[in-house]
């Protein structure tokens, strides 16, 4: 089978394409995957680096409500499609994966008018504007939440899970013993509020002196944060990014992060009981929509943006650090999320549906 994948704009739409590229590749060496995206977005670096070819087309959000506005979108979005048609009659794929945002449109809609078969992946609880037009004229609809079904009006949902990367494995990493751990990150980014939030929440925990911090700032909010850091006597690891997810999901008890969908997922593989805070910006408050499907299912707690004080931080902290089977408890409910075989479920839902 060859594939072509349309992802682009964040991580959490561009990582789980390469997880099914990857998966595809793993089952046949005969396979072959192209992806299709923007100028603009992350996949730019981070698809190259995974060792796939990406090709560009014109994509843009659908903005403004005003005649120009619609206008200008249109005629990008015409443009966008005739790039895509170009590429796919060069490459001549089996099949189209969109996954999600505006990437995809020009993507799907030139193949439908190509009659290659496509199909989308949605990654969040509730679909955005783009995945829920697309599920009404794709042969099916993949979906990491059960509970996004009641969002679409699609032909076939299947419920896949949210595929994560390869490198993404749990190692057997070395815990301190006796040790409290904190594992605060808010993207790849980094999220200021977050980052401001957590230093309200230090002197609070200079009395605890079994409590060690791993904190990823981001690159921009690095210099800022360590020094505050220097100022306190709470042990910590402060770095501005890592490569390595995998280690400090290992070395934590808890986990105080955003909410986007891959997170969740990460989450949900290690299973690590949460502390979520939405990103308050998110479209349609999607991230408020999967951090309350695991506060649901008893696998974390969500506090929203403006409320995260170090002193509402450090109320649920103490609670789990007395709570030890709580936290235990916790991190299995978050488990039951993910979803081992999901980039094989995407494979298999695309081989069906072209057979």
Request: aromatic share 10%; with cysteine; hydrophobic share 40%.
């Amino acid at each position: 089978m060859k594939l072509a994948i349309s992802a682009g704009g964040t991580g959490g739409h561009i990582f789980p394409g390469i997880a099914v590229a990857e998966a595809l590749l793993a089952q046949n060496s005969a396979n072959d995957v192209v992806f299709i995206g923007t100028t603009y977005g992350l996949e730019g670096k981070i698809i190259p680096q995974a060792g796939f070819r990406l090709f560009y087309i014109e994509a843009h959000q659908f903005l403004g409500t005003s005649p120009i506005h619609k206008i200008r979108t249109m005629l990008r979005l015409m443009k966008g499609v005739s790039m895509a048609m170009g590429i796919l009659r060069t490459e001549k794929p089996d099949a189209i994966l969109g996954m999600g945002g505006f990437t995809s449109v020009p993507v799907v809609i030139a193949g439908i008018l190509l009659g290659v078969p496509c199909f989308i992946h949605e990654q969040n609880v509730q679909p955005g504007l783009a995945n829920r037009l697309l599920s009404k004229i794709t042969r099916s609809t993949f979906i990491s939440f059960e509970e996004t079904e009641r969002y679409l009006a699609a032909k076939k949902v299947r419920h896949t899970g949210n595929p994560l990367r390869k490198n993404l494995k749990a190692g057997d990493a070395n815990k301190p013993e006796g040790r409290f751990s904190i594992f605060v990150f808010g993207g790849s980014r980094g999220a200021k509020s977050i980052n401001d939030s957590i230093l309200t929440l230090l002197p609070f925990l200079e009395s605890y002196k079994n409590t060690i911090m791993y904190h990823q700032t981001g690159a921009e909010d690095y210099d800022r944060i360590s020094d505050s850091y220097k100022n306190t006597s709470v042990q910590h690891e402060v770095f501005p990014f890592t490569d390595d997810m995998a280690k400090y999901y290992g070395l934590s008890d808890v986990v105080i992060s955003r909410a986007g969908a891959t997170t969740i997922f990460e989450l949900a593989y290690f299973r690590r009981a949460a502390i979520l805070i939405p990103y308050p910006y998110s479209a349609g408050g999607h991230q408020w929509k999967n951090a309350s499907q695991v506060e649901q299912a008893g696998g974390g707690y969500v506090i929203a943006n403006d409320e995260a004080s170090g002193e509402r931080l450090f109320d649920v902290l103490k609670h789990l650090m007395k709570e030890p089977q709580l936290l235990k408890e916790m991190g299995k409910n978050i488990g039951r999320i993910y979803v081992e075989d999901a980039a094989e479920r995407i494979i298999g839902g695309i081989a069906d549906g072209i057979s």
